[in-house]
């Protein structure tokens, strides 16, 4: 089992930066990617970065020069860095581990996010 705790989420303007960490405890060695993903209301959950443990790293086009993904691997922590924030990058952003051993996906509760003026 893997447990992730997102944190760092909160009401930002637009133009403004935003960093979001996860947490993760548990069997932490059998997880070989971690992603971002955001759900806005109404819409569909959206990947929004990816990071392997050999530290390749993917963004989905909407955040590409903004977004930045890393990890701290001595803390177990993966980190979304948000700049350049936009009212349409609001959302509840999840993070989740997987597991390529069982094919599971482990999710965190989420954290809001809020870009308005």
């Known amino acids: 089992q893997v447990q992730v705790v997102e944190s760092g989420g909160g009401l930002v303007q637009p133009g403004g930066s935003l960093r979001l960490s996860c947490a993760a405890s548990?069997?932490?060695?059998?997880?070989?990617?971690w992603s971002w993903s955001r759900q806005a209301p109404g819409k569909q959950r959206e990947l929004v970065a990816t990071?392997?443990?050999?530290?390749?790293?993917n963004y989905a086009d909407s955040v590409k020069g903004r977004f930045t993904i890393s990890k701290d691997n001595t803390k177990d922590t993966v980190y979304l860095q948000m700049n350049s924030l936009k009212p349409e990058d609001t959302a509840v952003y999840y993070c989740?581990?997987?597991?390529?051993?069982?094919?599971?996906?482990?999710w965190g509760q989420g954290t809001q996010v809020t870009v308005s003026s």
């Open positions: 989740n581990a997987f597991n390529p051993t069982d094919g599971r996906r482990y």
């Open positions: 548990g069997s932490i060695f059998r997880i070989n990617a």
């Open positions: 990071i392997t443990i050999l530290g390749s790293t």
